[in-house]
């Protein structure tokens, strides 16, 4: 089994880069391997329903000079898939939502019905507002949503800060050993029993300034 991370950052080894390796460190951990997409920072289109993807071209978007085509293959050698993007203005980031546009209405069939798991991380406010976003798309693909002990987020600003958000890390965790446990009970007959989960970490973020 493989699960698919999507690094929406424009920052190759920022805090969503951070928050999804200790999504792929538990992963391994519960025998499930990964697979890293990092979307760059070249432009990105965004989708004009031209609908050449139903007509000439199946299952491919038309616009074949940017990632979607990647992320459409990509997708269909993978068993589940988690998005992570920094927040900007409340929304994830724009060429995420751009590109997944066309990715879904394209290629959906690459995803539909695996399960999916997004992640937001921001400095400070408007997580869940862009986790409810990313959402979205994949709850028109019957793709299960992969849920943790909270939402998925987590908070950080400089690069690796995020590592310090103790419960958000938690998140992270629980969120891939629910993804483990998803994907092996799609696997087998069997129900698989759940790993234990950790006991909650609650985290406050009102912190002295020189802390």
Known sequence: MKVLLINASPHKDGNTARALKEIADTLNAEGVGSKDF?????????CVVCGKCREANPGRCAFDDD???????ALADVDGVVFGSPVYYGQPAGHLLAVMQRVCF?????????????????????????????????????CPIVTSQYWNVAFGRAPGEVAQDAEGMQTMRTLARNMAWLLKNLRGENAVPRTPQEPWKPMSFIRDSDS
């Open 67 to 73: 990632v979607a085509n990647r992320i459409i293959e």
């Open 38 to 46: 990092w979307l760059g920072v070249k432009p990105v289109r965004g």
């Open 106 to 142: 394209a290629g959906g069939g690459n995803i539909n019905g695996k399960p999916v798991a997004n992640v937001a991380i921001c400095r400070r406010g408007g997580s869940t507002a862009a986790y409810q976003t990313m959402n979205m798309m994949f709850e028109m693909l019957n």
